[in-house]
């Protein structure tokens, strides 16, 4: 297994991709449990398996199809990663950031990722669309981060800044979108954690002061690669269940792909009102 990935093996994914594809991506999609059916939306579509992509990640978890689709949508070239990969499959940080920096080396200059997460804030409702206005990266805090190891300044700085993670004028455009296409929109911090059990109740709890909103096993890792290649992120989480900050309520991972059938219609509409209002920006 290689432990730290170079330029060259991202290369090497992005020309295997371009050569089965009619499409040059601007706009990645990364999709998470039960979301994967907004790729379904995308017309003219070019589909890989993502296994089969050199160096790619095997996504193993339920409501994760683990194919590439790439197309339009909206008046944008996309990628989709239909299903994502996950650190407590067993895969390192490198791995499942692995798609990010192949979405760079295609060209993408914005990324959009989905995923399904419990609520913490206790405002929101199973079904609610919360738009990631930051994340706390308690796996990469813990020293878990993607970004450790060689750098290679071709691909962006040691220290990348992190203070605009999710960019602002994407997060604008969001609440624009939503509102031209009657969706309410929550907004909060997502926190990070390594999974793949799900939270206690003291956990919650701890969330809950730390500041967090809504809490799941993924994302922070890709943003942080994103934004180290210099992309411009937008994020959305699918609140799927609530959490209660006394008592015991029990989590299922069929409950969270329940929730995604409620969840997935009105992230594509939201995530269309977004890629048509951004197509004027698009170089």
């Not at 706009?27 to 939306?41: D, F, M, Q, T, Y």
């Not at 089969?52 to 909206?74: F, I, R």
């Not at 990663?81 to 990010?100: D, K, N």
């Amino acid at each position: 297994m290689t432990q730290y990935f170079t330029r060259a093996h991202y290369q090497q994914a992005a020309d295997y991709i371009r050569q089965r594809t009619r499409h040059a991506p601007q706009v990645g999609l990364i999709l998470g449990s039960g979301l994967g059916a907004l790729a379904e939306a995308v017309e003219n579509a070019d589909r890989l398996v993502a296994n089969s992509v050199p160096h790619w990640p095997h996504s193993t978890v339920e409501g994760h199809a683990g194919q590439l689709v790439m197309g339009q949508l909206c008046g944008q070239t996309v990628i989709c990663q239909q299903g994502r990969t996950h650190f407590y499959e067993g895969h390192s940080m490198q791995q499942i950031t692995l798609p990010v920096r192949v979405m760079f080396e295609l060209g993408v200059q914005y990324l959009i990722v989905t995923n399904a997460a419990g609520g913490i804030n206790q405002t929101f409702k199973p079904g609610d669309i919360m738009l990631i206005t930051d994340h706390l990266n308690l796996v990469g805090m813990a020293g878990l981060n993607p970004l450790i190891g060689p750098n290679e300044a071709s691909l962006g700085p040691r220290f990348p800044d992190m203070s605009n993670a999710y960019d602002q004028s994407l997060q604008a455009l969001a609440a624009r979108a939503a509102a031209a296409a009657g969706l309410t929109l929550q907004a909060g911090v997502y926190a990070c954690l390594a999974g793949p059990g799900f939270e206690t109740p003291a956990e919650v709890r701890f969330l809950k002061v730390a500041g967090a909103d809504a809490v799941g096993m993924s994302t922070a890792p890709e943003v942080a690669v994103a934004r180290h290649c210099g992309l411009k992120v937008l994020g959305f989480s699918g609140i799927s269940n609530v959490h209660r900050l006394e008592g015991h309520t029990p989590t299922t991972h069929a409950e969270v792909l329940e929730a995604g059938k409620v969840i997935a219609p009105k992230m594509i509409k939201l995530i269309q009102g977004v890629l048509a209002a951004l197509a004027p920006f698009a170089d």
